[in-house]
């Protein structure tokens, strides 16, 4: 007769997750007790190592209760309860997926705007990394602080009538340099 291979670390750690590191039977929980997962169709008539089929047990109850299967009634129900559960840690990720895509649109938004701003103030555009740049700014700081700040810096340290692109690159580099630490300053002033 074959070996049969352990259940997975990592699918037991997730059947003892699932099921609040708690027996299914008798309700007592780790540490009193040691857990193990139980099969609720067992192996010897044909159940498998699926997380629906899995359940967390003591010792004693699974030891106690050996192959034989759970009543019909008790095991659908365990699978129903195990379905909804799944599909609402689904729902929370798929909700989860969306807000962290939401944000980096606001945050795409929201950097597209001062780069307008400046735009309109230099005449000239942000780069990649200048984008970037605003984005870290954008997650210390809200909008309103990086947009006003942004007015500050290039307004007062960007000389459009530099003699040479050179010299308007370092101006521009200079006054957007400013922009944190002008955000900085005035949450300060503000706080003290």
Known sequence: ME?????PKKIRFEVFKRD???CQYCGRMSPDVILEVDHIKPVAE????????????????NRGKGKTPL??????KKQQKQLI??????EQSDMMIKWKSELLNMKNEQ???????IESLTGMSL????KRDIKRLLSRFTFVEVYEATEIAFTRYFDDYASTDYQKDQNFGYALG?????????RYQEKG
């Open 3 to 7: 070996k049969r291979k352990p259940i």
């Open 20 to 22: 609040r590191f708690t």
């Open 46 to 61: 044909g159940g498998e190592d699926e997380i629906l089929n899995l359940i967390t047990s003591c010792r004693d109850c």
């Open 71 to 76: 009543s019909d009634d008790a095991a659908v």
């Open 85 to 90: 559960d799944l599909a609402d840690l689904k």
């Open 111 to 117: 950097a597209e705007s001062i780069n307008e701003l």
């Open 127 to 130: 780069n990649n990394l200048g």
């Open 178 to 186: 400013k922009i944190g630490g002008i955000c900085h300053n005035k």
